[in-house]
């Protein structure tokens, strides 16, 4: 029998709240729901202050070191970029570090950017315009521009970065300095991500969190699996990359970047990462149809595996992890579970500051929670659905099928 109170003058009272006569099955499932989405949440904060804790600023970085005389190639691969090469390209070619060099690689551009490059590099001995007239079987195209940017040059070191990436002068020197001092083999920079609209930022700071917890950002420079990658800005010793197979192991990768940190991790070589804010970012001028058909390969891919199954399960998860603690809006049968939801519902406000500050967008981006989740979950699945329809992926102008995806992925969770 349920605990009843105490009666007075012979007249009893009502069941406690929260015992099993006052409580249905959905007040249970709600219950559950908000208890795990308050661990949760709790947990994220903690790792959250862990990776910001763990990961140096690149601007507090040394400018002199060991890598002034070190050969370094920004190899930077493009495709119908010819907005991004005249303005976000042509900018990097202020640095004038020593011992620096550029190559562009054009995967056969229709917009003009194989004008674009092969103009840069008549006007700047440093730079090498490559143009890429056709993608061999089994490679994906951006993969292949990668490799073909690597056989032009004899550098001592790689730079590997995004056509889109705003890079400060000093930023390179500054990481290959790092990377001198460290005894690295590999290091990610993660980008600042520039001002574009309130929900969009909102959004973007929700991805990068999701990676950055994936892939355990706190633990990169220790043993294990930890590994993070990042295509706008990513470095990469010459030597450790042909020990470790070259970029051939990854010809049919979507992933490129992140299956590279793993790679080099897994042939023992040191890795790391830092924040490049105030020297490396990147500002998103899409709309938010465009950021969803971007997401796609991505999503597909590394989130989801190549299976619409594990996408799904994804989102139901995501949706019950992180929406959890707004279950406390319904009338439950427990006392304080509108206190205690509303503390977990503060602690994903908070999440979102604090990644916000990191990558120096504005804080109102912060307060989209939790529609930047909801739009997240959407993204996923619309991925998901998308991909699987057409089985498989449009990248580069050539689409891949997901049964050659699944033959030459090399990027997994550990």
């Given amino acids: 029998m349920p605990p009843r109170r105490p009666s007075i003058n012979g007249v009893g009272s009502r069941p406690f709240p929260g015992s099993r006569e006052n409580m249905s099955f959905l007040d249970a499932v709600a219950i559950v729901f908000l208890a795990v989405g308050t661990v949760y949440w709790s947990l994220v904060l903690y790792f959250t202050i862990r990776v910001i804790r763990s990961v140096p600023l690149l601007e507090r970085m040394d400018e002199t070191g060991n890598g002034s005389g070190l050969r370094v190639a920004v190899i930077i691969p493009v495709w119908n970029q010819a907005e991004d090469v005249a303005g976000q390209v042509r900018d990097?070619?202020?640095?004038?570090?020593?011992?620096?060099?550029?190559?562009?690689?054009?995967?056969?551009?229709?917009?003009?950017?194989?004008?674009?490059?092969?103009?840069?590099?008549?006007?700047?001995?440093?730079?090498?315009?490559?143009?890429?007239?056709?993608?061999?079987?089994?490679?994906?195209?951006?993969?292949?521009?990668?490799?073909?940017?690597?056989?032009?040059?004899?550098?001592?070191?790689?730079?590997?970065?995004?056509?889109?990436?705003?890079?400060?002068?000093?930023?390179?020197?500054?990481?290959?300095?790092?990377?001198?001092?460290?005894?690295?083999?590999?290091?990610?920079?993660?980008?600042?991500?520039?001002?574009?609209?309130?929900?969009?930022?909102?959004?973007?700071?929700?991805?990068?969190?999701?990676?950055?917890?994936?892939?355990?950002?706190?633990?990169?420079?220790?043993?294990g699996g930890a590994a993070v990658g990042s295509a706008a800005f990513h470095l990469v010793r010459a030597s450790a990359l042909e020990h470790a197979g070259g970029l051939a192991e990854l010809r049919f990768e979507p992933s490129e970047d992140v299956a590279l940190a793993q790679m080099i991790k897994r042939s023992g070589g040191r890795c790391w990462l830092v924040n490049g804010r105030g020297f490396v970012g990147v500002h998103f001028h899409g709309s938010l149809r465009e950021a969803m058909v971007e997401s796609e390969p991505g999503v597909y891919a590394s989130l989801g595996g190549f299976s619409l199954g594990r996408i799904c399960f994804l989102a139901l998860l995501l949706l019950l992890l992180e929406l959890g603690p707004y279950f406390f809006f319904?009338?439950?049968?427990?006392?304080?579970?509108?206190?205690?939801?509303?503390?977990?519902?503060?602690?994903?406000?908070?999440?979102?500051?604090?990644?916000?500050?990191?990558?120096?967008?504005?804080?109102?981006?912060?307060?989209?929670?939790?529609?930047?989740?909801?739009?997240?979950?959407?993204?996923?699945?619309?991925?998901?659905?998308?991909?699987?329809?057409?089985?498989?992926?449009?990248?580069?102008?050539?689409?891949?099928?997901?049964?050659?995806?699944?033959?030459?992925?090399?990027?997994?969770?550990?």
């Fill in 92 to 223: 990097r070619l202020r640095d004038d570090r020593p011992n620096l060099e550029f190559i562009l690689v054009d995967g056969g551009s229709s917009d003009g950017t194989a004008e674009l490059i092969d103009e840069l590099a008549a006007t700047d001995e440093r730079v090498r315009a490559v143009h890429v007239e056709e993608t061999p079987g089994g490679w994906l195209g951006k993969v292949y521009a990668m490799q073909r940017g690597v056989e032009e040059t004899a550098a001592e070191w790689y730079i590997f970065s995004d056509a889109d990436t705003h890079v400060e002068p000093g930023a390179v020197e500054r990481a290959l300095s790092l990377c001198e001092k460290r005894e690295l083999d590999y290091l990610a920079v993660v980008p600042e991500l520039y001002r574009s609209s309130y929900l969009l930022d909102s959004i973007f700071q929700v991805f990068l969190r999701i990676m950055l917890l994936a892939e355990r950002a706190w633990a990169v420079d220790r043993g």
């Fill in 330 to 414: 319904l009338p439950l049968g427990i006392p304080y579970h509108e206190w205690i939801g509303t503390a977990a519902v503060i602690l994903g406000i908070i999440v979102s500051i604090l990644v916000c500050r990191w990558i120096k967008l504005p804080l109102g981006a912060a307060f989209f929670f939790p529609i930047d989740i909801v739009v997240v979950i959407y993204l996923i699945i619309r991925a998901g659905i998308v991909c699987r329809l057409r089985d498989g992926i449009w990248s580069w102008g050539s689409f891949y099928p997901t049964e050659m995806l699944r033959l030459g992925r090399r990027f997994s969770y550990r």
